[in-house]
């Protein structure tokens, strides 16, 4: 059974600030845009924006990665698609992504 939409929402949240203590986040769910479905079953879709000094120095890959890995126990089970922004702070990154 998938934890309720809400609830995914508070654990996206807990597991993104435990992991990357960010100075910004944003957490949008989109799972009305995608019923119906079929892998919506395994979790909703949801859009995060993250800026964290974690992400200093890194490439974008690398962001995405820190970001998965944070939210693994919720694939597949609260999580079904995530679209990711990841940033530094300004001026913290000469990357500029």
């Known amino acids: 059974m998938n934890p309720t939409p809400k609830a995914t929402l508070a654990e996206i949240r807990a597991?993104?600030?435990?992991?990357?203590?960010?100075?910004?986040?944003?957490?949008?769910?989109?799972?009305?845009?995608h019923a119906g479905h079929a892998g919506a079953r395994s979790g909703g879709?949801?859009?995060?924006t993250v800026v964290s000094a974690?992400?200093?120095?890194?490439?974008?890959?690398?962001?995405?990665?820190?970001?998965y890995q944070a939210l693994e126990p919720l694939m597949g089970r609260g999580i079904h698609a995530l679209n990711i922004t990841a940033?530094?702070?300004?001026?913290?990154?000469?990357?500029?992504?």
């Open 87 to 97: 940033r530094a702070p300004q001026g913290a990154d000469r990357r500029g992504t």
């Open 54 to 67: 974690a992400f200093a120095g890194c490439t974008p890959l690398q962001r995405h990665r820190m970001v």
């Open 45 to 48: 879709h949801y859009q995060v």
């Open 15 to 33: 597991a993104l600030e435990r992991s990357l203590a960010p100075d910004s986040l944003d957490i949008r769910d989109d799972s009305a845009r």
